[in-house]
């Protein structure tokens, strides 16, 4: 269950990613991204772009894995599983996978495979990496008295549950 | 409605997502994060972390108030809104914030606010410009024949919807 899968066995699961993105674009549920959550060999969790039908620009193919294995885990981190998507994850769905910490990723395409296809991974991969004052939509740290205190809350709170 | 506000603006919409971090976490719900969503002078959507109360990783603040707005304003498309946050958004979260495309984003709190604080955000920063090879999560890019195939369907698909 630790170790790392073979070839075939990462191929058969990055091919059930890519049927879960063309069954569900065709059926007009979104863009074309499949992803599955792997525990040993079993599915945990899968999503697929709903973008679209569901109004939910955070409704992307790994996001949805995610958030399915965790409700079917009942657990907020993925230790010993391993993502498998369609496509490189974007930069939101890459911090949603470093946030439930998985063991691994494996994917399929890459940014630049999404941008020819008409995706703007790859222009967020650029702009995160810009100071914020660069960025192409205005980006301010305004800061004052007392915006910190949240934070002094929380580190001085004796039950907080740490993720 | 699209001119940018002024700074007593910026302040009381601020204080209103870390009134928002506050009461929910003193609740239990999660950590010390809000946000909101405005369009004119009206919030639209609003959100505090949850991830340890509903175990999912991604419901950060940000992403709970675009889910929301989004949600209210019946779209997938933030254009004329602007993103308030208590703490600067970790790159989750401003990947949401990417394709949901409001006009501007103003933040309290910074990045490294939030590593003092025991938040990973700093971390993801820095893993998400390095190569994917070189990350501390192994991944790896598998391409083989056919990958690309649910691009090729998407670009040939008449009724797509693009997001």
Redesign the interface.
């Known amino acids: 269950m630790s170790s790392?899968p073979d070839?075939q066995t990462?191929?058969k699961f990055?091919n059930i990613t890519?049927d879960l993105?063309?069954k569900n674009?065709?059926k007009?549920k979104?863009?074309?991204?499949?992803a599955i959550v792997v525990q040993g060999d079993k599915i945990v969790g899968e999503g697929f772009n709903q973008?679209?039908s569901t109004?939910?620009?955070?409704a992307?193919a790994e996001?949805q894995a995610?958030?399915d294995a965790?409700?079917n885990l009942?657990?907020?981190?993925l230790d010993d599983c391993i993502v498998y998507a369609?496509c490189?994850p974007?930069?939101?769905?890459?911090?949603?996978?470093?946030?439930?910490?998985?063991?691994?990723?494996?994917?399929?395409?890459?940014r630049q495979?999404?941008a020819?296809?008409?995706f703007?991974d790859d222009?967020?991969?650029k702009?995160?990496?810009l100071p914020?004052e660069k960025r192409s939509?205005?980006?301010?740290?305004?800061?004052?008295d007392?915006?910190?205190?949240?934070?002094e809350?929380?580190?001085s709170?004796q039950?907080?549950?740490?993720?």
Not at 159 to 163: A, G, L
């Open positions: 790392i070839a990462i191929q990055l890519l993105a063309e674009m065709l007009g979104g863009g074309p991204f499949g973008v679209t109004n939910d620009p955070t992307h996001v995610i958030r965790c409700r009942k657990t907020f981190q369609s490189e974007c930069p939101m769905c890459l911090g949603a996978i470093y946030w439930s910490r998985p063991k691994a990723i494996y994917f399929a395409s890459t495979d999404a020819d296809a008409g703007d222009f967020i991969y702009e995160i990496v914020v939509i205005l980006t301010r740290n305004v800061p004052f007392g915006h910190k205190r949240v934070f809350l929380w580190k709170k039950d907080r549950v740490e993720y």
